[in-house]
């Protein structure tokens, strides 16, 4: 869904924001917050109408209120915080409505800007995210992982790599030591060199990648490469035009990873690997997303082989088994190399210890999910990440705490918290106590009938009272 200017929205729609206008200006701030509300459902992608929503919303709120208003605010629209959860699976055009209500009252409200921006991803309305990022930023000046989404969505959203870049040297000024932000700002630079210029046209909504590019066809190719649905014909024939203008253009660096993404998709792994390690051993090797990619494409090749096997073979489970762990082994040392290069990048912290804990490696599983939890957008999985580890140890009580502590944490009863009580459940159930077992699981009963066994578990019990 594109985001739209006013003389793009319906006439019924144009109608509605020129009274919502008319009313804002005569300070009728409630039935102007209702009509750009009805504009914005008619039209979730009018960037403008968003904007004067926005604005008029903080304008009704004044100073904001005092410590007991934003609490009581924050209690009040838990309620709606989990409804838009629930609606974002199936229809975010629904998840940004209700994101609207919750700002309606509250327009500082973290969880109503966070739906906003998880909405806004699914919708792709890019400016839309960044708007509310920004909001988020202001709030939490100090919060790292946010900093670093909002100057990544700055760029996708707007071409702003200029500003994304100030917001980190900004936060980077009072940890100047800090690693992550040291190589999040690498990659910014790393791809604002590969990006070419030119992007200054997309700022404001009004351009398309097709005017940062000099060459129209190269504009068709990459558009037709960015389809979800590619057919065969057209995969081959983009391989071939790349190969031939790779001859005249060696050294053309964002040809080469596109070639080489084309090349993985036609599960020819080792030429995507080839040309993935022309891009590592130039300038621009240090990108932590090429890696990542690099790493992705030796995954892929794995999966391949396992779907090359046949199930009816009598050594199917053997040779299964060994890619299997070869898999996993070559994940491990990759994510470790990774964790050396990156130490203070807890998202890389938190995917090894998932890597650990898959391997059987409780130990090494704990530490690395205990520094995870720092990382405030991994936090909530990695505790629950820890009770498990805790529990294959048999450790059921502090298993227990660590999950208890967890959904204290987690408002919202979406699918994440779903899985820590049923976890908490299971861990009560190893610790003989029954009843308390039963009552996480009717917890889970009472909104989703067929998770996992709970309907079992609860008939079971009410069986045998």
Request: aromatic share 8%; glycine share 8%.
């Amino acid at each position: 869904m594109p985001e739209k200017e006013i003389n793009e929205i319906s006439r019924d729609a144009r109608v509605l924001y020129t009274k919502a206008t008319e009313a804002a200006q005569r300070e009728n701030y409630d039935y102007a917050i209702a009509l750009y509300n009805q504009v914005l459902e008619k039209e979730p992608g009018f960037f403008e109408g968003r904007k004067a929503l926005r604005e008029l919303q903080a304008r009704k709120a004044g100073g904001g209120g005092g410590f007991f208003k934003k609490m009581l605010s924050g209690a009040s629209s838990s309620p709606l915080v989990a409804k838009g959860q629930l609606a974002l699976r199936s229809n975010p055009a629904s998840a940004l409505a209700i994101a609207e209500q919750i700002l309606n009252t509250d327009p500082n409200s973290t969880g109503g800007h966070r739906l906003i921006v998880q909405a806004a991803q699914a919708l792709e309305l890019p400016r839309t995210g960044v708007m509310s990022l920004e909001l988020l930023v202001k709030n939490s000046p100090k919060d790292k992982s946010l900093a670093i989404e909002f100057a990544n969505s700055l760029v996708v959203g707007g071409g702003d790599t200029r500003r994304a870049e100030a917001v980190l040297m900004e936060l980077l000024r009072s940890s100047p030591n800090d690693g992550e932000l040291g190589q999040a700002l690498k990659d910014l630079s790393a791809r604002k060199t590969l990006d070419e210029g030119g992007y200054g046209a997309l700022e404001g909504g009004k351009g398309s990648y097709r005017d940062i590019l000099k060459d129209k066809k190269e504009a068709v190719s990459l558009e037709q490469e960015k389809r979800v649905v590619k057919s065969e014909d057209t995969t081959e024939r983009l391989i071939k035009e790349y190969e031939a203008r790779l001859q005249t253009e060696p050294a053309n660096l964002k040809l080469i990873r596109s070639l080489a993404e084309l090349y993985t998709q036609k599960n020819q792994f080792d030429r995507a690997l080839e040309l993935f390690g022309r891009v590592k051993n130039s300038d621009l090797g240090g990108d932590s997303s090429l890696e990542l990619a690099m790493a992705k494409t030796v995954v892929r090749k794995y999966d391949f082989q396992l779907e090359q096997l046949d199930p009816a073979a009598p050594d199917y489970a053997e040779q299964s088994a060994k890619i299997q762990a070869e898999k996993l082994n070559f994940q491990l040392t990759e994510c470790q190399q990774r964790v050396e290069k990156y130490p203070t990048d807890l998202m890389i912290r938190f995917e090894m210890g998932k890597l650990y804990f898959e391997a059987g490696k409780i130990t090494e599983a704990i530490q690395e999910f205990q520094k995870a939890q720092g990382n405030p957008h991994k936090r909530l999985a990695a505790m629950n990440y820890l009770a498990q580890c805790y529990a294959k140890r048999k450790m059921y009580d502090m298993a227990a705490r660590q999950l208890q502590n967890a959904i204290k944490e987690k408002p919202v009863f979406d699918d994440e918290k779903k899985e820590m009580v049923y976890n908490l459940g299971c861990v009560l159930e190893s610790m003989g106590r029954r009843e308390d077992a039963v009552e996480q699981f009717k917890l889970i009963y009472e909104m989703d009938i067929g998770y996992k066994d709970v309907a079992a578990k609860v008939d079971a019990f009410y069986a045998g009272q």
